[in-house]
Nanobody, 118 residues
């Protein structure tokens, strides 16, 4: 089972980053995929989802700034983040929506840290 996000980093407010996430085919194929994030001291939240037919949904906080996409041939989901704000600072994860379960618990792979400086 693989869920590995990468592409994070330190960026100034107003800047852009593109996150990528490689997933196992068993998690990715034909499923709705999502990007989640968890800021320090806060619960993990769902940021964006994309279905296998490319329908997308965004949290109000990122609507118009973030774009989710997927490459089924590579089992990879992307998150293009523009006009970044300090409140976007968080660890970003990808997963199925709803999250993949392993042994009865949500399974989270390796996230990637995004830090936006103001």
């Amino acid at each position: 089972v693989q869920l590995q996000a990468y592409g994070g980093g330190l960026v100034q407010a107003g800047g852009s980053l593109r996150l990528s996430c490689a997933a196992s085919g068993s998690i990715f194929r034909f499923n709705t995929m999502g990007w989640y994030r968890q800021a320090p001291g806060k619960q993990r939240e769902l940021v964006a989802t994309i279905t296998s037919s490319r329908n997308t949904v965004y949290a109000d906080s990122v609507k118009g700034r973030f774009t989710i996409s997927r490459d089924d041939a590579k089992n990879t989901v992307y998150l293009q983040m523009n006009s970044l704000k300090s409140e976007d600072t968080a660890v970003y994860y990808c997963n199925r929506s709803p999250p993949y379960e392993k042994y009865g618990m949500d399974y989270w792979g390796k996230g990637t840290q995004v830090t936006v400086s103001s």
